[in-house]
């Protein structure tokens, strides 16, 4: 089969998946508003939260309070893919490898990694990085940033962000598959993200740079950095090129953990 | 009322040897220890850029929000889950069988959990009082006395308070959501978003009034030594006043909530 009909054959595959999902969580519409009720007042509780560092100080090591909202609102939107894909994927797998369902997924003629990641949607947060985009507009236009180059390589650094977070959520995949123990990886990527609500230089060493080795500082801090134009050049090349080692990494990680899974429903 | 007393020690016991089978899960828990310490980084940046606010010097903060991590795994807010949990799913009808009021069978469920947590944290707490010079609590015997009977305080009020909400439950699906937004408002009143000596004077003379004090801000600020004879004598006076408000009506509420209650599953 060639490359590209293949990728299109597994956007279609994901699409129809999510087309599903949707359709069957919003049957509970209260749930879908309790959700967006809940994710707005956080926005806000997060907002008024980072005031209070500022009734003493104009900025926390050069980030004003704008520039920490631009921050906020990366961490809403990348909080919100984890707890809309993350979340409920990583929770089904533990069921798969439990009753079998796995056994049935692998024979499928599509990218296993692929089904057990993105199949499931938690509708509850689908509209949260939307809500952080509005907080991410509103501290770059308070901030006074430049309009140029930035918005490119914001782009490039969001993505970046995105594709770290995914590679996480493979790593911890497999992972489930191995430990059979779900609370415990959620516990993971909840602390993961958790750690980029402010960015890494308010840590300060010797966390700061535990933090930029592990990589939680492409989750906001690099996007939020380039959308401001202040990202120092070499994160351009080093940020994709950790995310690409962590998504090979994860990948066989992935592989390596099916070739050992020996099934359950046999 | 013996017999009651022996069944919720039994409970407690075996919520405790549970705990510790679940190895992983303690793990995770005492992993959210870590969360407070994170507000502590942001504030050390704080003083570290403009001084001291309000003369809370480096040292301050982390006597403050060290004991505030220790403190935070009493908060005694996990009932509201497993009461949802069991309303929703049917299992409440079970409990409602059993000898003893479902309110002590959550209570000492939740008790045998946390004391587990503590059993962990509290040493490696106390090792870092010795250790580290920024850590000085100063204690005298009779403030270590009103300490002690302030944390029993703190858990005594968050599980009333967390179980009353639960009730609702009766009425409405969405309780933990509802329980979020309380704790999300209450949390700036409760010393944990920042310690209330450095929020905003009028927000700080409403907590002083507000049980969300109680559970956390009071036993800190008293074990650090910020608390006059006058004002901890007020901080109990409040913190009774709003446990025995919460019994109330929690008694109150019980009554007509059970009867509506429509018994899930089985």
Known sequence: ?266 | MAETVASIAALTRAAATTATAYRGRLLAGLLTTFFPLLLMAVWLTVVATSGPPRGWTAPDFISYYAAASLLWHLSGQNVIWQWDEDIRGGDFSIRLLRPVHPFWQYAANDLGQRLVMLGLAAPVFVAATLVLPQLGYHLTAVRLLATVVAVLLAYAVSITMASLVALLGFWSTQTTNLWMLWWGLGSFASGWIAPLEVMPGWLRSTAEWLPFRTTMGFPVELMTGRLSAAETAFGFAVGLGWLALFTVLYLVVWKPGVRRHQAVGG
Request: charged letters at 10%.
């Open chain 1, 1 to 266: 089969m060639n490359g590209t009909r293949r990728w299109a054959d597994h956007v279609r595959i994901i699409l129809i998946c999510w087309r599903a999902t949707v359709a069957a969580e919003f049957q509970y519409q209260a749930n879908f508003l309790a959700g967006l009720t809940l994710s707005i007042f956080w926005m806000v509780w997060a907002a008024a939260g980072l005031a209070v560092y500022f009734q003493f100080t104009g900025d926390l090591l050069g980030w004003t309070y704008p520039e920490l909202l631009v921050v906020t609102g990366l961490f809403f939107t990348v909080n919100g893919i984890r707890q809309a894909v993350l979340q409920p994927n990583l929770q089904q797998i533990t069921e798969y490898v439990r009753l079998g369902t796995l056994d049935f997924l692998l024979t499928k003629p599509a990218d296993t990694q692929l089904l057990v990641t993105l199949r499931r949607l938690n509708v509850g947060n689908l509209l949260d990085p939307g809500l952080g985009l509005i907080f991410i507009v509103v501290g770059f236009v308070l901030s006074d940033a430049p309009v140029g180059w930035n918005l490119l390589t914001f782009l490039l650094l969001f993505a970046t962000s995105l594709l770290a977070l995914y590679a996480l959520m493979v790593l911890l995949m497999a992972m489930a598959v191995h430990l059979i123990g779900g609370t415990e990886l959620q516990q993971i990527a909840y602390g993961a993200v958790e750690l980029a609500r402010f960015p890494v230089q308010l840590y300060r060493d010797p966390f700061q740079a535990v933090l930029t080795v592990v990589p939680v500082v492409l989750l906001t801090t690099l996007p939020a950095e380039a959308l401001l134009g202040r990202l120092s050049p070499y994160w351009l090349v080093a940020g994709p090129a950790i995310t690409a080692v962590s998504l090979v990494v994860s990948r066989l990680a992935w592989l390596r953990v099916l070739r050992a899974y020996s099934g359950a429903s046999a």
